[in-house]
Antibody
């Protein structure tokens, strides 16, 4: 059974950088079958796809966040990470790390999710 | 930027059938991209409910079913149970936004 666990600071100051890591257990992150994604949910709002990273290091980002987000992957540690620069209150959200079955004809879907981590941006 | 529109809420009595619509456009559902559905209970991780428009992952009861037509899709819950009270989201890919998009979300209330 694949499990994902987010870790990182729960509080980040405005204009600084948010950094989160996801540790995957139950299977190698290096498997070429899946992408590894981040999805966030601001309080009281819906889900927003942040972006994804492939084991090769190839990334795709939400265009609305592309100028501020960077994702990376460390297959030796079975971890992947996200960095979001110049954060504001609008970036306060629960951040989920997720496995994406992305090679489906017609678009991928998210089959395993972490529990989520709340990151608040303070002024 | 939710480009998939869902009703904010639906409700039904135990045992009834409810449906949740997901309305998109020619750049996502209408372009042939699949719709996937997630159930999100408060304080828990979202759970994949339906993938590829109509498929249920192992362990998902057959009370949940999905369909897709044109630029819209629907999730149906038959034999509504108290444990089905949750938020439900549809998800697809959008060519204009070049990324994955989620629906606005629907809260299901069991009366």
């Amino acid at each position: 059974q694949v499990q994902l666990q987010e870790s990182g600071p729960g509080l980040v100051k405005s204009s600084q950088t948010l950094s989160l890591t996801c540790t995957v257990s139950g299977g190698p992150i290096s498997s070429g079958t899946y992408f590894w994604s981040w999805i966030r949910q601001p309080a009281g709002r819906g889900l927003e796809w942040v972006g994804r990273v492939y084991p090769s290091g190839t990334t795709n980002y939400n265009p609305s966040l592309k100028s501020r987000v960077t994702m990376s992957i460390d297959t030796s540690k079975n971890q992947f990470s996200v960095r979001l620069t110049s954060v504001t209150a609008a970036d306060t959200a629960v951040y989920f790390c997720v496995r994406e079955d992305g090679f489906q004809t017609g678009g991928g879907y998210f089959d395993y999710w972490g529990q989520g981590i709340l990151v608040a941006v303070s002024s | 930027q939710s480009v998939l529109t869902q009703p904010p809420s639906v409700s039904g009595a135990p045992g009834q059938r409810v449906t949740i619509s997901c309305t998109g456009s020619s750049s996502n559902i209408g372009a042939g991209f699949n719709i996937h559905w997630y159930q999100h209970l408060p304080g828990a991780a979202p759970k994949l409910l339906i993938y590829g428009n109509i498929n249920r992952p192992s362990g998902v009861p057959d009370r949940f079913s999905g369909s897709k037509s044109g630029t819209s899709a629907s999730l149906a819950i038959t034999g509504l149970q108290a444990e089905d009270e949750a938020d439900y989201y549809c998800q697809s890919y959008d060519t204009s936004l070049t990324g994955y998009v989620f629906g606005t979300g629907t809260k299901v209330t069991v009366l």
